[in-house]
Each structure stands twice: as structure tokens, then as C-alpha cells.
């Protein structure tokens, strides 16, 4: 176990839909960042925070957004979805944002898996 | 981001060592080595990482080369609990790419009864 929690685990829903996806750091690390996984791209960096703000974005569509509550706890919103959006989505989190950044280890919880149809 | 390159599979037997390669020519003076794994279904773990020297942890010790173009993940006694995708990853750290990890393609470890 991790102490990454992600919710749902397993989500169906049809294309145009939005749904909101939900993570929970450890207890104590102030970093989020969210993956995307499918079976034709791999492990794809989505975006980080750090303590609330946005730190770094990597291939996040424009119809994809995140946010990090003062909890910490992070959303990952997909909206207007497609065939394609289907995948594992998963949230790390880490201690440090950009000092020591190098040497952390990133925590990974078991995903939230995305079917559209 | 600096590149890594890893075989796409190995096969291993149980209970022998594994040594899995990563090359990465271009990596800078600062970069740090990471090492995650992906079991089956599951999120990605952590493993190792290193610097310069060589580290041993509980699961695994990490070799890297003196030039640190290369390095390779060293599992002492696979067992098939260790089938799964490693990746080798250069931390990359910086102000508009924070801190997060670039995942590679990795390389399948298939252990062998």
C-alpha cells in the first residue's frame, strides 16, 4: 500500500460525458502529479502541484484540467470525452515540489480506469 | 528531457540474478538515476536510485557505470514476483518542469518458473 489513495477504481461512462477523478496524497507530501496510461502511449505525464499551485504540465488536453485543494487532495476533471480518453489514470505523490526534486521517490496509487464508450 | 534506452524484454529464472541495462549517453552532470517498476495492474513502485555511486537497497542494488552513460538494475534472486515492466529514468527537475518523471517504454521482465 502505497498511501495513495484514488476513487473511483474503475469508472464507465459514454463519449461527451465529464467525469471528475479523486486523489488523496500521502499524509504529509505537498506534491500531486497525475499520469495517464493506454495501452498504445504508455505512461504519459499529465500535470503536478505543489501545495496548491500548478508546478509543471506535460500532454494534458485543453479538455482536461486539475486542481489541488488546500487539503491537498487533488481532482483531475475530464470533460467532453472521447473513444480515446480510455485508460489508467494515476496520481503520485512526493514530499518535495522542485528542491531535492531529483532524489525523492514518487508514490503511485492503483489508478482509476476510464472506459468510454 | 535526457533519453533513456532499455531492451524491450528479458527472461529471467527464478531465483537467478537479473541484470537489466539502461543506456543514457546524454545524461547531465545533475541528473539522478531512477528505477520504478509496474507490476501487473498495479501503479508504478519505486526501486532504486543513485547518482554516481553504487546503492543497494532491500530490493535490488544499482551499478553505474564511471562515465554514468550506462547503468544496470541488479535483482539478486528474482522471484516471479518480479515480472514486470522497469523503467530507468532520469529525474528530470527544472522551473517549468517541476519534478516529475519521464516514463520510457521500460523493459518486460518475464520470470521463469
Known amino acids: 500500500d502505497s498511501g495513495v489513495t484514488q476513487t473511483p477504481k474503475h469508472l464507465i461512462t459514454a463519449t461527451g460525458q465529464r467525469v471528475t477523478l479523486r486523489c488523496s496524497p500521502r499524509?504529509?507530501?505537498?506534491?500531486v502529479y497525475w499520469y495517464q496510461q493506454s495501452l498504445d502511449q504508455g505512461l504519459q505525464f499529465l500535470i503536478q502541484y505543489y501545495n496548491g499551485e500548478e508546478r509543471a504540465k506535460g500532454n494534458i488536453l485543453e479538455r482536461f484540467s486539475a486542481q489541488q485543494f488546500p487539503d491537498l487532495h487533488s481532482e483531475l476533471n475530464l470533460s467532453s470525452l472521447e473513444l480515446g480518453d480510455s485508460a489508467l489514470y494515476f496520481c503520485?505523490?512526493?514530499?518535495?515540489?522542485?528542491?531535492?526534486?531529483?532524489?525523492?521517490?514518487?508514490?503511485f496509487g492503483e489508478g482509476s480506469r476510464l472506459t468510454v464508450l | 528531457d535526457a533519453k533513456t534506452t532499455q531492451p524491450n524484454s528479458m527472461e529471467s529464472n527464478e531465483e537467478e540474478p537479473v541484470h537489466l541495462p539502461c543506456n543514457h549517453s546524454?545524461?547531465?552532470?545533475?541528473?539522478?538515476i531512477h528505477w520504478y517498476r509496474q507490476l501487473p495492474s498495479q501503479g508504478p513502485e519505486y526501486v532504486i536510485h543513485g547518482l554516481t555511486s553504487n546503492v543497494n537497497n532491500r530490493m535490488a542494488s544499482l551499478a553505474i557505470a564511471e562515465d554514468r552513460k550506462s547503468s544496470t538494475l541488479i535483482l539478486h534472486r528474482a522471484t516471479l514476483r518480479d515480472a514486470a515492466v522497469y523503467y530507468c529514468?532520469?529525474?528530470?527537475?527544472?522551473?517549468?518542469?517541476?519534478?516529475?518523471?519521464?516514463f520510457g517504454e521500460g523493459t518486460q521482465l518475464t520470470v521463469n518458473p
Open positions: 499524509s504529509g507530501d505537498l506534491s
Open positions: 529514468i532520469l529525474r528530470d527537475v527544472g522551473e517549468t518542469s517541476g519534478s516529475r518523471l519521464t
Open positions: 503520485a505523490s512526493s514530499v518535495e515540489g522542485l528542491a531535492g526534486g531529483r532524489t525523492g521517490e514518487l508514490f
Open positions: 546524454t545524461i547531465s552532470g545533475t541528473d539522478y
